[in-house]
């Protein structure tokens, strides 16, 4: 099955990255709005690796029929909303099954 994953939105902490980030050149370039697909629970080409990592099993698990994540956690047993684990800058993802057209 075909998964469909949403940046729903995107914090940033600036406050969190000058006290305790060291400066970096590039960060993350998510855009809230901006969708992938999964093809059969694999990580969709230009998905951060770390974005990747925290959502990773709630795909696979889709992917493959299941759902229903901690007993009706979500108004849709198919979907989860997953954040990536950045601290400074998160990214909440909505996953979903995606609609074939």
Request: hydrophobic share 40%; glycine share 6%; charged share 25%.
């Amino acid at each position: 099955m075909n998964i469909k994953i949403t940046a729903i939105r995107k914090a940033d902490y600036r406050d969190l990255q000058a006290r305790f980030e060291n400066p970096i050149e590039h960060a993350c370039d998510v855009q809230e709005g901006q969708t992938w697909i999964s093809v059969d629970g694999a990580q969709p080409e230009g998905m951060c690796d770390s974005a990747w990592e925290s959502m990773r099993w709630f795909v696979q698990e889709l992917a493959a029929g299941r759902g229903n994540f901690y007993d009706g956690w979500m108004k849709n047993p198919h979907s989860a909303m997953i954040s990536c684990n950045d601290g400074f800058r998160p990214v909440s993802f909505y996953i979903e099954l995606a609609v074939s057209s």
